[in-house]
């Protein structure tokens, strides 16, 4: 079981303004490129249109000069009709090979991508977005197939589609051979397979006709980067079929020829080691990871046990006359570990508010490992931090959120209010909230641990994302501008195992959140210890 304490305290931050990066970290960013290429297209059609008119005139010079050549009554013996040719000779077909006008398009073109170009994603963000589309496919265990067709069911079962998208998008032979790839780069064969093997599919279906957005890749290296992946899997039959296929198309290619004879010595020796299916990697060695996938894919709807009667819906006010006239609708959810449900805890116009004031600043989430902070595989989001003088509606809404929990929320009590984008399959794999270990940043505060959490649902999404507690075995979906909270800390002071828990990847939506974590000091008599130790 990984134990990691997130690296995330506002204090600690340096507050410049984040460079574009990690476009498919944060949906915010997505939508931003997404805005990038809507410039671009229309440079590109107000170059098609400078170029349309170009080819138009070459067009008429063309059939006017081509009229002349196929009129057996045009001879040059008329001294007009020489003139012409002689000018045409001397200046228009000059002009018309040296024009620049061609070139001038080409660079406005080329002008107008470069204004843009720090905002397009880059080589690190295609093979992000590729891996976020097999976390997807693993998390949820969609069909490779379902999936290139638009369409995301379980794979093998009658279940219907988890999600169902207004229009479907299919991904083109080489958007499946780019993914696959990217696995294949990194030795990553069960997932490599799957993927090539649907591209060499598309790819035969549309073998010979030419698409732009498939010039990159082929047929022939689909088939090269598949016969590799089965060969370094123990298929060696199955390599060589595809190694002989490739040759049909490229007859003379030296390299697969050398591979055919080293499979057919191979296979002569025995050497075939094909066997059960592959096994998927686990790369970033998630010990409760099918625990953490079956509470994923119930979409924060399995099912439950009897509801005792202690749990259920109330609304409260904590004794504190904040919440009098507009008690919070609190749902009590689990005792132990103990987690409660506030909905309705922000309006719209909060929510979007907070979101405004974040949206700037967002900066690839990191972890703490030890001392030291960094990316993350498990964690892919974008965060930004808020301090309560930050906006009358961020100082508001730490008030209501002490009225709550009836914790002391002043500094350094409590971190800033940090505010998170989930991007492209946007998850965090199951973690601990609290440090468990004294090397921890999170103790650089003097506040010591994390003793509670509030999670604040910013939005909606249209599939995934719920919140999974692994241990105990339950999920909450995204419920938009609800609030969701948990102790960390058992009263005696150590962390509460029972919390470990994970965000879901993000299938389709747009996931915001905001978290404030509240530390042990101050709540020494608002949340005193137990007398029987254990507790």
């Not at 440079?43 to 080819?55: C, F, I, K, P, Q």
């Not at 067709?149 to 299919?170: D, E, H, K, M, W």
């Not at 805890?345 to 405004?356: L, M």
């Not at 919140?467 to 005696?492: C, E, G, M, Q």
Request: contains cysteine; proline residues 6%.
């Amino acid at each position: 079981m990984r134990a990691v304490g997130v690296l995330g305290l506002g204090a600690l931050l340096a507050w410049l303004p984040p460079v574009p990066a990690d476009t498919f970290s944060a949906l915010r960013s997505v939508r931003q490129a997404r805005g990038a290429e809507g410039r671009l297209l229309r440079r590109l059609r107000a170059y098609l249109r400078e170029e349309s008119a170009r080819l138009r005139r070459l067009g008429r010079f063309y059939e006017k000069v081509r009229a002349l050549h196929q009129d057996p009554g045009a001879s040059v013996d008329n001294p007009l009709l020489a003139f012409s040719l002689i000018k045409r000779l001397s200046s228009d077909w000059p002009r018309l090979v040296h024009s620049d006008e061609a070139a001038e398009n080409t660079r406005a073109l080329h002008d107008g991508f470069e204004e843009v170009q720090q905002e397009l994603p880059g080589a690190e963000d295609l093979e992000g977005a590729a891996r976020a589309l097999m976390r997807l496919q693993d998390v949820y265990g969609l069909s490779v197939k379902g999936m290139a067709n638009g369409v995301f069911q379980p794979a093998g079962t009658g279940r219907p589609p988890l999600y169902s998208p207004g229009r479907r998008v299919a991904l083109s032979a080489d958007d499946c051979f780019h993914v696959g790839k990217v696995a294949y780069d990194t030795g990553d064969y069960y997932h490599s397979i799957a993927w090539l093997e649907e591209a060499v599919s598309r790819f035969r279906l549309s073998y010979g006709s030419w698409n732009p957005e498939e010039e990159r890749g082929s047929l022939e290296d689909a088939l090269d980067h598949l016969a590799f992946s089965y060969f370094m899997a123990g298929n060696i039959s199955h390599a060589l079929t595809l190694s002989r296929e490739f040759l049909h198309y490229d007859p003379s290619n030296q390299r697969v020829t050398r591979n055919v004879a080293k499979y057919k010595k191979l296979l002569a020796s025995g050497g075939d080691r094909a066997g059960g299916p592959l096994r998927r990697p686990n790369a970033t060695h998630l010990q409760s990871r099918d625990a953490y996938e079956e509470l994923c894919q119930s979409l924060g709807a399995q099912p439950a046990p009897e509801r005792p009667p202690h749990l259920g819906c109330s609304y409260e006010t904590n004794g504190s006359p904040y919440l009098l006239l507009q008690p919070a609708k609190k749902e009590t959810l689990r005792l132990q570990p103990y987690i409660a449900l506030y909905h309705d805890f922000v309006s719209d116009a909060e929510a979007e508010t907070i979101k405004g004031l974040a949206g700037p600043w967002l900066q690839r989430s990191v972890v703490a490992s030890g001392e030291k902070q960094q990316k993350a595989e498990y964690r892919i989001s974008k965060s930004a931090w808020l301090k309560d003088t930050a906006d009358p509606v961020v100082r508001a809404l730490e008030l209501r959120m002490a009225a709550v929990t009836g914790l002391d929320l002043r500094p350094p009590y409590a971190e800033y209010l940090q505010v998170v984008n989930y991007g492209l399959g946007g998850h965090y794999e199951p973690h601990f909230d609290h440090a468990t270990s004294r090397k921890s940043p999170l103790y650089r505060m003097k506040s010591g641990n994390r003793i509670a959490t509030v999670m604040i649902y910013l939005s909606a999404v249209e599939a995934g994302g719920s919140t999974a507690f692994i241990y105990a075995n339950f999920s909450v979906p995204v419920v938009k501008n609800a609030a969701l909270f948990w102790w960390n800390l058992r009263r005696n002071g150590d962390g509460d195992g029972d919390t470990l828990h994970a965000g879901c990847p993000v299938l389709a939506g747009d996931k915001w959140v905001a978290n404030k974590w509240i530390h042990e000091h101050g709540q020494e008599f608002r949340r005193p210890c137990s007398r029987d130790p254990r507790d």
